[in-house]
């Protein structure tokens, strides 16, 4: 059984820009979650969506946004990238949200912003 | 507000020696307490997971001790192998609200020979 995968596994970008993540959860898997991961701010919780909708969201900007297909992939924007951005993006599936679903996770984006 | 406070930062531990590390909670909510492992280049997996109706749960050489009234838990990893060096971060949650995961603030183990 395939794993998550998250593409591209690496990106550079300029401050200002706006960048998409994507993120494919193992087959079967109707949530996917979003977090943030810096040496100085540790793994942070950006989002869940689950059957298309969002069910949950961190306490992060406007400027994050997110999104699910029916096929459950899931994508993640940055608009107005800040060099704070930098950081690797995790993306996580579950077959369910809520009660004592495992979460799989991806082996992340690397995003720097320059 | 951190809500999952993690220590230590680091630890070095001899081969064949228990590692040691402890998590502190304050939101009351929480009912499932995760650990992950996790290496360079490499997403978190999931190594053990305990819930709250249970003071203790061992798998293998990992094993959780859960203390409700003290809201804290702790990851002991016995015999110790240079395999175990990396990454670890304990997590909860409120399985009612969904899948979100709060982290604490993670500890690098590195075990010698």
């Known amino acids: 059984k395939a794993g998550v995968t998250q593409t591209p596994r690496y990106l550079i970008k300029t401050r200002g820009q706006q960048v998409t993540l994507s993120c494919s959860p193992i087959?079967?898997?109707?949530?996917v979650s979003w977090y943030q991961q810096t040496p100085g701010q540790g793994l942070q919780f950006l989002f869940e969506?689950?059957?298309?909708?969002?069910?949950n969201k961190g306490n992060f900007p406007g400027r994050f946004s997110g999104r699910q297909f029916s096929n459950s992939r899931s994508e993640m924007n940055v608009s107005t990238l800040e060099l704070g951005d930098s950081a690797l993006y995790l993306c996580?599936?579950?077959?369910?949200?809520?009660?004592?679903?495992?979460?799989?996770f991806g082996p992340g984006t690397r995003l720097t912003v320059l | 507000q951190q809500q999952v406070k993690q220590s230590p930062q680091s630890l070095i531990v001899q081969k064949g020696g228990i590692s040691i590390i402890n998590c502190a909670y304050e939101?009351?909510?929480?009912?499932?307490f995760p650990w992950y492992q996790q290496f360079p280049g490499k997403g978190p997996a999931l190594l053990i997971a305990?819930?709250?109706?249970?003071s203790e749960k061992k798998e293998g050489r990992f094993t959780i001790s859960f203390n409700k009234s003290a809201k804290q838990f702790s990851l002991h990893i016995m015999d110790s192998q240079p395999g175990d060096s990396a990454t670890y971060f304990c997590?909860?949650?409120?399985?009612?609200?969904?899948?979100?995961?709060?982290f604490g603030t993670g500890t690098q183990l590195k075990v010698e020979l």
């Open positions: 939101n009351t909510a929480f009912d499932y």
């Open positions: 969506y689950f059957s298309e909708t969002q069910r």
């Open positions: 305990i819930r709250p109706d249970v």
């Open positions: 997590a909860a949650t409120a399985t009612g609200g969904g899948n979100k995961l709060t």
């Open positions: 996580a599936s579950s077959l369910g949200s809520g009660g004592y679903n495992e979460q799989f």
């Open positions: 087959s079967g898997h109707r949530s």
